[in-house]
């Protein structure tokens, strides 16, 4: 049996799992007799009643569907640039024209939800990391351009930016995830909601603390304590929420597990904890979002190794190898070391001991607790973990108009006499571009457009889409009297 796993996105080969014949037979062989000693079977503390609420769940979820989808979007990502001034300009875009112009373009299709009124939404950064340009469609088919301004690819979480004001927003669920209880996808599943009108899937919550190694291992991130849902996700349906019956988003749709014959896939999200709320602010305010490093590879130890340690059942993590240089190796940690705390928290097995490495701080000592012939003391000194070069912060943030790719102002560079007080930097000009012959090239700082400050990318974008392609003059720094016109 072989399987293959693929994020909910659109484009690249389907993930297939094979199933072999799985049956439900109902046989008495070995029903035990009634009298004194009969079996006491869970399902004996069971209420069992003939109606069990059908048209009121019903109900229910036509209630979250219609309080929720406002909060959801669909997005397109493109990998080239478009170049269409009027693809940054929510009045002068809709579904059908946004069509028009990816038409011509390979594009990836994803959801994400809105978390901020001013515009920031949430969705997996595997549905953003290579797009050139982005835009989103909301339930109402309004359409808005938008920008990365935060991303972390570990966690495959990303936050947008679009220019927008008092949009609804999510709310989150206040206690953790139950197995069993009800679960609503909505999104964008194979791109159908592209022009609006998010689709909904409704499950239940079939297990909690679920991993995908190997998608961790192949793509470089930490899929672990993961939801898996029989709500059904598809691709396409990556990035966005998954709902509880009170209408809280309880998970971020990230993965799914798509069998070989036409039934239903096995659906996986990223659990919403206090965790991952801190990543979700980090990225909207563009701050990289750091992880310890302690260089050690890890399994969970076998009953005979943690009866060996008179360790509890699902305890401890065992370093297999130590990688020389590492803080581990600092730390004289060696192979066979059982690792069961890491300060106050209890280690659960290797997959717990990565992700709380990761949550450990790099500022300070971290203590330990391992077994080596007894219980020991270890005081760990973590290192950052290496960032990736895609990650975007807020010295990474990017936009693209008319032809220009712009920039943050950059912390470390010669402006000269003196910098400028705010503005972005143009990185790089195509030759084919209207304001090259106007002397705009890579280095100039443009500080106002249409007579408005600009102080960062998202300011610029919001200028630029509030503002007609004609009113767009440009100031550049340093050089007060000279206005470009941007048409």
Known sequence: MGVRLARPGLGGSVALLAVCGLAASCSSIGSPQGGAGRAIYASDKIEVVDNFGAPDLEQKFEEVAKVASPTVVSISATETTVETDASLRSDDINPEKLAGILDAVDRTVGTGFIVDADGYIVTNDHVIAKAEQLWVTTDSHKVYPAIVVGTDPRADLAVLKIPARGLPVVHFAPVPVRRGQWTIAIGNPYGLAADGDMAVSVGVVSATNRSLPRLSGKEDRLYCDLIQTTAQINPGNSGGPLFDLNGDVIGINAAVILPQKQTNGIGFAIPVDSHVLRIIENLKQGREVVYGYLGVRVSSPTPRERHDADLDDECGARIESVETGSPAAAAGLQVGDIITRLDSDLVHGSDDFVRLIGMCPVAEPVAA??????????????????????????????????????????????????????????????????????????GSVITAVAGKPVHDIPELQRVINDTPTQQCRIELANLPSVVVSAN
């Open 369 to 442: 607790t391992i077994f080596r012939h007894g219980q020991q003391a270890v005081t760990l000194k973590l290192r950052p973990r290496e960032t990736p070069p895609q990650t975007v912060t807020h010295e990474s943030q990017r936009l693209r108009w008319r032809g220009m790719l712009l920039g943050p102002l950059p912390a470390r560079w010669d402006f000269g006499p003196k910098r400028p007080e705010c503005g972005v930097m143009v990185l790089g000009i195509d030759a084919s571009s209207p304001l090259a012959p106007q002397g705009l090239k890579a």
